[in-house]
């Protein structure tokens, strides 16, 4: 879910540029969308010279659905690496993920039990036994992994979340969670709610 993110923070960019995601202030951290797009934050990997957002190469389009699911429900395809929101007319909207990597791919059917705007993060144990170096907790905000918006599936430990690594959409590399760009998971929040169906397939 978040482990190239930490690798490009504590390794690539160094510990300079760790105190300085770390230390964003609180008043950055509760930023609306709005702003937070228009910026010229350009922090490390994430946003080029120019300030502009880095977006996913694989946009959001309407397709044809012809499945079982009804209107309203969430799809996603591991295998794919798409999820789609199933319209009204026989459509629905596809966007890109990023899906687990091998080893930490699921299937299953489960609903969206709680939304939030910029997710505070708190790694559960069994990812902190794989990597201890991780932080304990970090506030909801713009260096946040879990990125704008987080979709929370039931009871268990994955989420539908953004991410400040566009680059990562459309491969495997999270530990099961559903990475989506900042832009397309702040799209879907605004579309889906509490009680969601959530079907994801491998």
């Not at 923070?9 to 510990?15: I, L």
């Not at 946003?47 to 499945?67: L, M």
């Not at 299937?107 to 036994?129: C, D, F, H, I």
Request: charged fraction near 20%; include cysteine; hydrophobic fraction near 40%.
């Amino acid at each position: 879910m978040i482990f190239s993110h930490f690798r490009r923070v504590f390794v690539a960019a160094g510990a300079v540029a760790a105190a300085a995601v770390f230390s964003a202030p609180a008043a950055q951290a509760q930023q609306s969308a709005a702003e937070f797009f228009s910026a010229p934050y350009n922090k490390p990997g994430y946003y080029p010279s120019s300030g502009r957002v880095v977006r996913s190469a694989i946009p959001r389009q309407v397709v044809n659905y012809r499945g079982r699911h009804r209107p309203g429900t969430i799809v996603i395809n591991t295998r794919e690496r798409r999820l789609y929101l199933v319209q009204m007319g026989g459509q629905a909207i596809k966007y890109g993920i990023g899906v687990g990597r091998p080893g930490f791919q699921w299937a299953g059917v489960k609903n969206v039990s709680r939304k939030a705007e910029w997710p505070a993060w708190t790694p559960p144990p069994q990812m902190l036994r794989r990597r201890p170096d991780l932080p304990r907790h970090m506030k909801g905000g713009i260096g946040n992994p879990l990125g704008a918006r987080a979709l929370y599936l039931g009871s268990s430990l994955y989420r539908i979340h953004g991410s400040n690594e566009p680059d990562t959409i459309g491969q495997a590399v999270s530990s099961g969670c559903i990475r989506m760009t900042n832009n397309d998971v702040i799209d879907l929040y605004k579309r889906v709610r509490v009680g969601t169906r959530v079907v994801v397939m491998r």
